[in-house]
């Protein structure tokens, strides 16, 4: 059901969309397989095919002409004519100047309508909810921001997170018709398949709630949901720092902390979709545990102490003031913190053999240049972190929205990338 | 070129091939971009389909119908039809029987001719060279193992390799043509693009050595090189303890630790195939390290210091022994290592959500009756690992061999299945 309703808001968008993820099947009625993977068909090539191509044409914002589209898809001209004609036709591309070619006739160039498609991306955070209406390319082009109503009823904060994002939809004056669908950001654990969140620790009195179809029942967008770290990755991808990585961390510091993690080309989401669960690696760790202990350690008046974990954020705001004007108590802490987190992300980076790793989140940007100094030495001198390749460590550069952007890159992901899984018959 | 060798290797064992892994592409050549995808075209979907029926066939021992095929894959019963035809001709696949179907007529069973095929393992271990052959269902049908000869020559012991690796496909009198290729499974770091073993710090005097490529040249066959831990995941996924699982780890226990990794259906290999390093998760030991700290502590008498990676399988024999005779001492050092295998595999699975950790290399059955009843409760009652979905503990099925086995599953495995990737253009 949650495909079908994917592909009606697709079409009436305009553009061509593929099946969701299935790639199992049943096949249970005999023997012992539940793997058995789906063949794939012809329609679904042509479909994939205008997304490679689509693809190409957002990668390159100088523009690129069709010998060029044909050369870096390895399709046949022909094939890449038929296809730009669509996406002009469609709004999505359209021809941005002639590439001189010397003695030869100039090439005419195509690039993306950043304006032609829209997705929405809600990130509910322990703290605040932040939604966002993002273009073709990942821009943020609407935002909006509140507290996060404490405890309760959860069914009206549901109402109110969506009323925010039809909000959003009225004063950015955005074409409804062509906005991609709704994505939502969650702390975990989530339930992926019935999308759900699933009693998230700092968000009391959540239990099992299924936000993702209360949220598109009350929109009337299709809606998708993930892990906040998750998202975060996916931007990153998107429109982030790791547009070219192919195989990447993204360490999330909010609330809590996790990581979203891509390899080979994949974004990784496991059994349960909770992938990125960082406890184990020592790098676990919430705002308000971090300012709870400077209060323990009278670094920070009781006045800090946490009750919810808007409370958290300003703690952790004194505390990087403290360490800027140079108390050192305040530093042990947050050193400490580096330490673990700069042991957890080299960790997983050997576990995973991956080349970068980006840190971000709500409450990153406070912390970053306290806590950047000591991670970075440490990836570098890891002798985990393996000579064979160097890894590269960026703050995002979404700035403290990057779980919204993300979730609405979730949307543009699902509906707008090349993704091999998607020619398979579902 | 490696393509074209395995493509040709492939077209005279008569099944059907897709070219290699390549999903990125060039394009760099004006704008940012180099992580395009390549388009798909419609050849490929033909060769994908088979291979998915293949699949389906392989999957079910008991036969299964061309309707219940269909129904598996979602492909239309005039595919097929055609493609079991095409699976029949190159004797791939045979009819096994009939399937009663009350009053109508009797269905016709599909099912694999396991000696169709064959492919060749060959695991360099630092302690022993282990060759195998398997047939289509991944039985091994013919093995010669030898210890790993220390230090110096490296061309030497390759071309040895190769003798052995020859030595076996004559002495198991397997016809030549039937046997798609070699994989070969070495201790990390390698360089899996070039196909390098690289230093391995148990192989002392290896250097970078093109391993893959020797082994190619000097037997004839196309040659695939990965990681054992790689390697042992590959096997436990095609005809081990988990086909059933599309999230799982494998915990390697040999000369070093290591883990392989499926997430999502996906082998994780990362950016230079060196993914499964699990030194940052303290679950990394090398029994060399296990048995020097037996000798340290007077458990073990200094006749068994290690001077090379066979003394230390005869230690970790003798503390096994130790162990169930109720010493003390020697089952306090493998608690101690069970704890730190335990709180790895913990770790790893919450990190990457799996739901089957599977355990198993050239050491474990020495120690797995002391280990698990350690590490079983730790999984089972770990916070980490969530109330979402029960993990699985077990050991493999494929016993000390399972390297040399998943280096032939890398061989069937990147041959036979369906792969979606497979579908894009080279």
Redesign the interface.
């Given at each position: 059901m949650r495909e079908a309703a994917r592909e009606t808001v697709c079409e009436e968008a305009g553009v061509t969309v593929r099946g969701g993820d299935g790639?199992?099947?049943?096949?249970k009625?005999?023997?012992?397989?539940?793997?058995?993977?789906?063949?794939?068909?012809?329609p679904r090539?042509g479909d994939?095919?205008e997304?490679?191509?689509l693809?190409?044409i957002r990668?390159?914002?100088?523009?690129?002409s069709r010998v060029?589209l044909a050369?870096?898809?390895?399709?046949s001209s022909q094939?890449v004519s038929n296809i730009t004609r669509r996406l002009l036709d469609q709004g999505v591309a359209r021809e941005s100047g002639k590439q001189p070619m010397g003695n030869g006739k100039p090439r005419t160039l195509l690039e993306i309508v950043p304006a032609s498609r829209y997705a929405l991306g809600v990130h509910l955070d322990p703290a605040v909810i932040t939604c966002v209406l993002v273009d073709l390319l990942g821009t943020v082009v609407a935002q909006r921001s509140r507290a996060t109503p404490r405890g309760g009823d959860t069914d009206k904060i549901a109402a109110d997170m969506a009323a925010s994002v039809s909000g959003l939809v009225a004063e950015s004056g955005a074409d409804r018709d062509r906005i991609l669908g709704l994505g939502i950001a969650a702390p975990g654990?989530i339930?992926a398949t019935a999308g759900w969140v699933?009693d998230p620790p700092e968000l009391h009195g959540w239990g099992r709630y299924p936000l993702r179809d209360r949220l598109s029942e009350a929109t009337g967008f299709t809606a998708v949901l993930d892990k906040d770290v998750t998202a975060a990755v996916v931007a990153e991808r998107w429109t982030g720092a790791a547009?070219?990585?192919?195989?990447l961390l993204f360490f999330y510091f909010g609330t809590g902390t996790g990581?979203g993690?891509v390899?080979?080309?994949?974004v990784?989401?496991?059994?349960?979709?909770?992938?990125?669960?960082?406890?184990?690696?020592g790098a676990g760790c919430s705002t308000r545990t971090l300012v709870e202990e400077a209060v323990a350690l009278g670094v920070l008046g009781t006045e800090y102490a946490v009750t919810n974990p808007a409370d958290a954020q300003r703690g952790v705001e004194r505390l990087a003031a403290m360490t800027a004007e140079g108390d050192a108590r305040a530093d042990g802490i947050l050193e400490r913190l580096a330490i673990r987190i700069g042991?957890g992300v080299?960790?997983?980076a050997?576990?995973?053999?991956?080349?970068t790793i980006v840190f971000g989140g709500p409450t990153w940007h406070l912390l970053a240049d306290r806590l950047l100094p000591t991670i970075e030495p440490m990836v570098a001198g890891?002798?985990?972190v393996?000579a064979?390749?160097p890894t590269a460590v960026v703050s995002t550069t979404l700035g403290a929205n990057v779980a919204a952007v993300g979730a609405a890159s979730l949307v543009l992901d699902s509906t707008l990338s090349?993704q091999?899984?998607t020619?398979?018959?579902?």
């Open positions: 790639v199992t099947a049943g096949g009625d005999r023997g012992t397989a539940s793997v058995i993977r789906r063949g794939a068909n012809l090539v994939f095919n997304s490679v191509v693809d190409a990668r390159h914002p100088t523009g690129l060029e050369r870096a898809t390895g399709l094939t654990p339930d699933v547009t070219d990585s192919r195989n990581m993690m390899v080979d080309d994949a990784l989401r496991g059994v349960s979709g909770n992938a990125g669960e960082v406890g184990g690696l042991r080299c960790t997983a050997t576990l995973l053999d991956i080349d890891s002798p985990f393996k064979t390749h090349a091999p899984r020619l398979l018959l579902t």
